[in-house]
């Protein structure tokens, strides 16, 4: 090792000393250095070696009867983790021991008096160690004289008896720089804190097993057989971007599935019969709420079968469920609406019926000068909706104007007054003004609205126009506003929170839908993609010739079930024959011949006598988080993904070093 240079702060103290006093500094300097370290080392290798080997649990404190039938004096150990504490002399020490999932406690008492098996040093070990620490002690049963009430909080308090403490072994220490108090709120870094701190977030994922056991074990009571399918896929252009994994093969690589859906498909073309699996997919999309660059979905596929069967088995799956696990019961059978109907009536495709008002159309109402003022559209649709407080009749007017006038100026609002087919027409009924504040209507107009909707003072009035053509997509501006006027209404107290669970078949989608730039679709050169997929069928045989005439008016055989306005899962009735595949591919939507070749695997299993087939996907994530209440899927997953797609506790994606991209042939471009 080289000698420190002199600086030229120290060149005059270093320079009166003899030439080698600086270099035998600097030596004792290392070796001192050098000791530290290998005291450190010995103390955390001794430390390590002690917590290898400690004594097996006689009772478990996460049981919910911990000492039945364990007996006052009897001899106990315990595994768990250090709580609070406080000393009431130097003689007297109590602590609490927190069970191991952290639910449940009972006081450790610690004393100085004698006693046969007890550690002389016990108490002056556990008065050292910190809070958090795991151990496991020994001691005796006793009954706890005085009994404090059981106060309020995420862990209950075991207050009959307590434990006279023999001895503590820590398996571990809590480090003094981290705060963690009832009040520590730590971030998505420390996940791992998080989780340990936050009971709830414990029972989510307690819950979310449970779910799972009880789905699973349902679906082989019914003859469903779970097979696992490969993780390493290949790109193909079904819809959504897909993850892509290099190999050392230059030019070569596997994609991560968005779906096992052509998988499956080979399964049912394979002589099975009832598939399943939890299956984790991966979705390299724009993240929200309710979606994770990876996630979890119950995959189910059947053969000989169509799509009232597939509703049919997740309808006795879904039922017992809620009753197992959530209050009240779900209708039987579900109520189904069609896409074009949930969209006309509720402005989406997956609506919370639960909400009251509904959309009607009205342009054929209004006068055309009144139209032309809320849109620069030509032969617009206008479509109307209602808002009603439950407030006293004599603040309801005043209640609604200061609820909208807030509402639209705020940033939520303003994206709905900047909508380029026209911003929302707003009118308060008030009975004090002309028409009932509906003048900008004309007489005629107004009174048939009045008698419409049944109108009252400090009713909301929203006229939205839209462009006069089939729907597509999942909602429209108006169904959108629908949505946020009534969150925001019951976030500022004006409307009750919503209750129950509001189950709903969407069926009777349109197979192929204009492309979107933000989706990739299928490569196709039609300017169609598939609106679930492309190897989703034609509904009827109308639906069949149809595809010769207008593709566009074509209806799939496709079903989403919805939830209190949450799309748990959607399914269909797949293509089974393999012309008829290859026709979609290649005449309706156009693919090359290069990305027809990509379904060349799919093609074949089809060809060879591949049985009708159909089945669903269910979002297991959301599944779980609308049962628990919860408003984000993230809620749920015990290391989910930031809205950025980053794991900032393991600091995932990564870079990538020159070693590994020479290694799997690769180059970032300039």
């Known amino acids: 090792m080289p000698v420190p240079q002199e600086s030229d702060c120290f060149q005059d103290e270093w320079s009166e000393m003899p030439s080698s006093r600086p270099l035998m500094l600097f030596h004792r300097g290392r070796a001192a250095r050098q000791q530290l370290d290998e005291r450190r080392r010995e103390s955390f290798l001794q430390k390590f070696k002690s917590s290898l080997h400690f004594p097996q649990e006689t009772h478990s404190l996460t049981a919910p009867d911990p000492f039945s039938p364990a007996k006052l004096g009897e ?70 004289k005085q009994q404090p009430d059981q106060e309020s909080g995420d862990v209950e308090k075991i207050l009959h008896v307590e434990i006279d403490l023999l001895s503590v072994q820590p398996l571990n220490e809590f480090p003094s720089d981290i705060i963690a108090t009832p009040d520590t709120v730590f971030g998505p870094e420390q996940r791992h804190l998080q989780l340990r701190g936050d009971v709830g977030l414990r029972s989510a994922l307690a819950n979310r097993s449970a779910i799972g056991f009880f789905l699973r074990s349902n679906l082989h009571d019914i003859g469903f057989v779970e097979v696992e399918t490969p993780l390493l896929f290949k790109s ?75 509703m049919g088995v997740i309808e006795d799956l879904i039922r017992p469920l809620w009753s197992q696990f959530c209050e009240g019961r779900l209708p039987e059978p579900f109520p189904r609406l069609g896409y074009a109907e949930a969209m006309s009536r509720y402005g989406s495709d997956k609506p919370d019926t639960r909400i009251e008002p509904k959309i009607s159309r009205v342009d054929y109402l209004l006068p055309g000068d009144l139209i032309n003022k809320i849109t620069p559209l030509q032969d617009p649709v206008v479509e109307a909706l209602t808002l009603r407080f439950g407030t006293s009749a004599e603040s309801q007017t005043s209640d609604m104007r200061n609820f909208i006038t807030k509402f639209l100026e705020s940033p939520e609002g303003m994206s709905f007054i900047q909508n380029p087919e026209g911003g929302p027409g707003i009118f308060i009924v008030d009975s004090t003004k002309p028409l009932q504040g509906l003048q900008a209507l004309g007489f005629e107009a107004a009174e048939r609205i009045e008698d419409l909707y049944d109108i009252q003072d400090g009713d909301l009035l929203i006229l939205q126009a839209r462009p006069n053509r089939p729907f597509s997509g999942g909602s429209t501006a108006l169904g959108n506003l629908r949505l946020a006027l009534h969150t925001a209404a019951v976030r500022e107290g004006h409307l009750e929170p919503l209750k129950g669970f509001a189950p ?144 900032v506790l393991v600091k995932s994606p990564g870079p990538l070093s020159d070693e590994i991209l020479q290694t799997y042939s690769l180059q970032y471009r300039p």
């Not at 994609?255 to 390299?284: E, H, N, V």
């Not at 660059?293 to 000989?304: A, G, V, Y």
Request: charged share 20%; hydrophobic share 40%.
């Open 504 to 647: 709903l078949w969407i069926t009777d989608f349109p197979l192929f839908s204009p492309i979107s730039h933000t989706e990739p679709g299928q490569g196709g050169n039609a300017g169609l993609a598939a609106t679930h997929h492309p190897f989703t069928s034609p509904k009827t045989s109308d639906d069949v010739d149809m595809l010769l005439m207008d593709p566009t008016r074509v209806v799939g055989d496709h079903y989403d079930l919805v939830i209190n306005g949450i799309e748990l899962g959607g399914g269909s009735r797949r293509i089974h024959s393999a012309d008829m595949q290859a026709f979609i591919m290649r005449d309706i939507l156009k693919m090359t011949s290069a990305r027809l070749a990509d379904f060349s695997h799919l093609l074949e299993v089809l060809r060879a006598g591949c049985p009708p087939h159909a089945g669903i996907a269910l979002g297991f994530d959301r599944l779980v988080a609308l049962m628990l209440g919860k408003s984000s899927v993230r809620e749920v997953i015990a290391f989910p993904k930031t809205g950025k797609g980053d794991d």
């Open 236 to 310: 193909t252009p079904e819809g959504a971007r897909e993850f892509i994994v290099p190999t050392r093969r230059k030019g070569l690589a596997y994609a991560l599935p968005q779906s096992p859906q052509q998988y499956k498909q080979i399964l049912m073309g394979s002589g099975m019969t009832k598939y399943f699996q939890f299956a984790r997919c991966f979705r390299d999309e724009d993240l929200r709420t309710d979606r994770q660059p990876e996630f979890t979905q119950l995959d189910m596929e059947m053969s000989f079968a169509g799509a009232d069967e597939v």
């Open 75 to 144: 001899k106990v150990v315990l595994h768990g983790y250090l709580g609070t504490s406080a000393s009431l002399s130097k003689k007297l020490f109590f602590v609490q021991l927190i069970s191991k999932n952290r639910v449940r406690s009972i006081q450790l008492v610690s004393s100085s008096g004698s006693l046969p098996g007890r550690d002389p040093l016990a108490q002056e070990h556990v008065r050292r160690l910190p809070m958090h620490t795991p151990v496991a002690v020994t001691g005796l049963i006793r009954e706890r």
